[in-house]
Structures are given as C-alpha cells and as structure tokens.
C-alpha cells in the first residue's frame, strides 16, 4: 500500500492530459508491479487521480495535502459541487457585493444541460442603493435574508415591490432594475438564477445612469450623436456623465432610504407582486424537517423561465431522503448551516470506465458516488434522474434553496420511508426484483416510519471527523 501513495505522490508532479495519454502513462507507471491485482489497483488509483485532476485546473498544483483529503471525501473531485472558489466578484465594495458562479459547461461536459443558466448573488449592507441597470437575462430571484424594495422600470411604468426573506420574483429581460436594503441593521441578501437570451451561458450588466464607476454606456456613443439626442452641449452632458465613482452599491441617508420604500409609494405596485415560499403550508413537515415549494400555480411567472423553487429547511441531525427528479436539474444553494450531499452519478462511472478502455456495456450499470460536503454558498448541482441525499451537520440545521430547471411535468420521486416509490411494487415483482422474499424486503421497507425527512445516520458521517 505505502508504495501505491508513493506512485499517486509522485504523479502529483506530471500534468494531466488527453485520456489515451493518461491510459498509456498509467500503464507505464503500474508495469513494474510484481502481482496482478496490484497493478490494477495501481492502475485504476492512477486513472482515477488523473480523472480528478483532467476536472480541476486548479488542482493541477496538487500536493500531498490534496492527495490526503481526496481520501477523506473526494469533496473537491466532483463536477457538481461549486465552492466558495467558484464564484467571480463582479462587485465588491464596502457597502456589499455582486458575485456570479462560474459557468456550469465551463466546469465540465457533464454540466451541459445547464449551460444557459447562471446562479448569482447580491449581498447588500444596510440603508444601501443598488444602482439601476438591465441585464441580457430572463431572472428569479429569492430572497434569503433582510429586506428592501425592489423597482422595475419598463413599458412607461414605475413599479415598486416590497421584498423580504422567502420571496420570490421574476424580472425579464432588459428590464430596468435598481433596490434599496431598507433595513437599519440587517443586510439583503438575494440569491438569483438568470437565463441569458443573447450568448448561451454568457450575460452582461448595462448601465445608463453613472459616470465613471458604475461606467454609462451613453459615453460610448460620439459626441454628435449624444448632443443631438439629448439636444443639450456637449459640456453639460460630460458634467452629468462625468461625475458619479461610488461604485454599483452605494450607501443612502435615512431620508432616502424612507422615500424609495414601497411602503411611502403606495399605489406603484404591479402585477408581479413577489410570493412568499415561506408562507406557503409546507409540502412535508416533521420533526427532522420542512420542505417548501413553489411552482407556476402558486406564482405564474415562474412559466417564463419554466423553473421551481424549493426550501428544505432540514434539522440538525437530520436528514432528507434518497430522492430523485424526473425531468428536472436542481441547482442546490446552501442558504444556511452545513452537512453533506451524496449522489450516485453512472455518467462518472462510465467515464471512468472508458478511460480504462473497457466496454462498460459488458459490465452492467454502475454509479459512482459522488459526495461533497457544503456550507452557506456552496452550490450542489444534482441532474434530473440522479438519485441524492442530504444530511445536515449534527449542531445546525441545513437550509437550502432549489433552483429546478425544467419544472413543469417534473416529479419528485422518494426511494427511502414510507413514500417509497418502490414499495408500491406486487410482491411478485418486489420477489423477481430482488431475488428475495416480499415479506423480507417489506420488513426492510417498511422499517423506515418517516417520510421525506428522517434521523441522519449514526456517527459523526464521512465529512464530520
Ligand atoms: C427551520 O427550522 C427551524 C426549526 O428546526 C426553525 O426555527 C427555522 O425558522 C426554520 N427556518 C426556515 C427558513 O424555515
Ligand atoms: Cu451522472
């Protein structure tokens, strides 16, 4: 074993390359081990590192320290988890920050399915402005703590919402958008998932009002075209585009903050008054925890992007159930607390299969676990059909927010207590199925008296030592 670490150590210091390359310089590397079974665990130690490494560039530093907590938890080494790494910082100042997840088919093939998706998030501090600006994106939004007031300008409308934690909206694109935090103490938080309309997976943030920071985009134009426009000289248009540098997120005074509150502007509100997940009659509840939905009935704007949003609030010491989705790709954000995912991927076991040049059709389906510990702003991205589970740590409930792609017709399917998807099986079937009595496989079924939620396992789990 001793001389197993020392190979996978010392390809630590060779970069990863194409697959029929890493096939070669495996077999090199494990030819001159004496016993058989050695050199295949060599060799699949080997496909495996180089596997891990092909998927993180910036594991291609990798050290021993790296090398000892793949073993741990194989938490880095997986495309569905993003970490707090993994987002860009579009806007960080004092007064808060814009940050963008990376983009999903950047990270890995696998992720394709997503590729027109971005998860972003707003983090403002009290009594700030958030500069008015539209994006190229279809946008949903949630709220995941605080509160403020949120203004669309479109269609020669004003209109002003109230937002706070639990609710959701939907901005399309090319609205004009800017909010306030209203509260004195508390900072706005705002998870968002937008949809790009131009360039599949890539947007950008247009601002007209400004100066210099944020930048106007009415100073691009030339100078003929800019007086005749605004039929003003030129010297009054660069004083006024000329002046502001405070960055995007800027503090406001009191007075401010209480003239743009909805609350002071009654009466230009709108149609898309955002809905309250929170508020909602839980869709499960019990002692381990809570699951909260919303879909097109409950806000119909939800249609324009066709997605969902979910809530599993589950309790310390808790888990929720192996489940799957039928249609539908969950883009999973820790909103609070922290546990751990697992999810059994055959798309990562066929991978690796096909790396070791070996039909895997000869060997049947296998999965791979894929597992990743989270904490606030991890992202865990869980494909339609992949059955999961999450465990929250045992000293903090684990909340967390999911975005679900293709919402409408998708169903949750749960593979463990008394919904169990599989126990509606005949007991014929259940015996063929299982090569085993129905009464025994029943006994087991029927062992777990929880649904949806349940006590998460015994021990400390993989992550928690
Ligand atoms: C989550 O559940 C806990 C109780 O375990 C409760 O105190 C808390 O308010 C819940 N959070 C949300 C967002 O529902
Ligand atoms: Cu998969």
Avoid at 40 to 65: D, F, G, I, R, V
Avoid at 77 to 84: D, L, Q
Avoid at 117 to 129: G, N
Avoid at 415 to 436: H, I, P, S, T
Wanted: hydrophobic share 35%; net charge negative.
């Amino acid at each position: 074993m001793a001389s197993l670490l020392l190979i996978v150590l010392s390809l630590t210091y060779l970069t990863p390359s194409l697959a029929s390359d890493i096939e070669t310089r495996c077999s090199k590397i494990c030819h001159s081990l004496q016993e058989d079974h050695i050199k295949e665990q060599c060799k699949t130690t080997c496909l495996s590192w180089y596997y891990n490494n092909n998927n993180n560039n910036h594991h291609q530093e990798a050290s021993e320290k790296d090398v000892n907590k793949e073993k741990k938890g194989e938490e880095k080494h997986n495309p569905y988890y993003f970490g707090e790494e993994r987002y860009e910082h579009w806007t960080r100042t004092q007064h808060g920050h814009f940050k963008v997840l990376e983009r999903f088919s950047k990270r890995s093939k696998l992720l394709a399915g997503i590729e027109n998706y971005r998860l972003a998030i707003l983090k403002a501090e009290p009594y700030t402005f958030i500069m008015p600006s539209h994006w190229d994106v279809d946008e949903v939004f949630y709220v995941t703590r605080g509160q403020g007031t949120i203004t669309l300008l479109w269609e020669g409308n004003r209109e002003s919402y109230d937002i706070k934690e639990g609710d959701i909206m939907t901005i399309p694109s090319g609205v004009i958008v800017y909010l306030i935090n209203k509260d004195s103490n508390e900072k706005l938080r705002i998870a968002m998932l937008l949809q790009p309309v131009s360039l599949p997976g890539r947007f950008e943030e247009f601002f007209g009002v400004g100066g210099k920071n944020p930048e106007t985009f009415y100073t691009t134009f030339s100078n003929e075209v800019l007086q005749a426009a605004f039929n003003t000289p030129l010297d009054r248009l660069k004083r006024l585009f000329g002046k502001q540098e405070k960055g995007v997120i800027i503090r406001a005074s009191e007075e401010q903050i209480t003239a743009l509150s909805k609350s002071s502007t009654e009466g230009e509100g709108g149609p898309r008054t955002p809905f309250n997940v929170l508020s909602k009659q839980p869709s499960h509840a019990n002692n381990y925890g809570q699951l909260y939905e919303a879909n097109v009935n409950d806000y119909q704007f939800l249609r324009e992007l066709d997605v969902d949003i979910s809530i599993a609030n589950i309790s310390q010491g808790s888990m929720m159930a192996p489940n799957y989705n039928s249609r539908s790709t969950k883009i999973a954000l820790v909103v609070q607390g922290s546990g751990y995912f697992e999810m059994a991927c055959p798309h990562i076991s066929k991978e690796l299969e096909e790396s070791k040049e070996r039909n895997y059709k000869e060997h049947g389906q296998s999965y791979h676990l894929v597992r990743s510990q989270v904490r606030r702003g991890s992202v865990f991205v869980i494909p339609a059909s992949h059955p999961v589970a999450a465990v929250a740590s045992k000293n903090e409930n684990l909340l967390v927010l999911c975005f679900g792609t293709r919402a409408e017709n998708n169903d949750k399917f749960f593979l463990a207590g008394k919904n169990n998807v599989l126990n509606q099986m005949e007991r014929e079937a259940k015996e063929l199925a299982f090569d085993w009595p129905a009464e025994e496989v029943d006994e087991v079924f029927n062992a777990q008296p929880e649904s949806v939620f349940f006590p998460a396992p015994e021990g400390r789990g993989p992550f928690m030592a």
